[in-house]
């Protein structure tokens, strides 16, 4: 009878022995309480906790990798949108992740979506289209000094998607067509702007130069003699015509 007892009893020594003996890997701290109080930060490698009077709480210090949920937005101009995120955090303090928050991966996610909704809810549709990185800056630094109270460290912060209704997207390309045809209209008008200079000034050159006028007449008449046409042109020296001008203005004005 005591023998059998006795063997219970040293089994029972045995196993609280081994169950004192901890490994922790390189990304995990256990996190000590004694009588449930705190007492250290223990790891990685080979720990020992005392059975029945310590108990130890695993930390993964590991980059955790979560997605928010879509949330409904209503941006500044009054326009409904679906917007998910992902998060990128991890922990740099195991004692406040355990004692300060219940959950501190779920109090995380709550608090990214609550700040997800609040910071874009403050810009216009085309500024959540446009500036992301911006955005992405403004969310990740609310997340962090919030969290930082948790032990966690809020690393980044990307907005994946921003999600129209129909409408919107057909207004939005009707307005994207309205702006590039005003960009050809403005463009075509710089070049008729442009072109109307550079003709004023070849004019007033020519005008300088008869010379260069008659070079540009026998340049016109050899390029009409190149192309292929039934085009008939009896040329006249530019001297005769000016005189013919010149002679109809001179009755004109007697």
Known sequence: MFEYFGLI???FVLLLLISAFRILREYERGVIFTLGRFYK????GFIIVIPLIQQMVRVDLRTIVMDVPSQDVISRDNVSVKVNAVVYFRVIDPDKAII???NFYEATSQLAQTTL????GQHELDEMLAERDKLNIDIQTILDQQTDAWGIKVANVEIKHVDLD?????AIAKQAEAERTRRAKIIHAEGEMQASEKLLQAATILAQQPQAIQLRYLQTLTEIAGEKSSTIVFPLPIDIVSNII???ATDASS
């Open 117 to 120: 909704r609040s910071v874009l």
């Open 9 to 11: 009893f040293g089994s």
């Open 246 to 248: 010149k002679g109809q």
């Open 100 to 102: 300060q928050v219940e």
């Open 41 to 44: 930060v223990k790891g990685p």
């Open 166 to 170: 129909e409408s919107m997207v057909r």
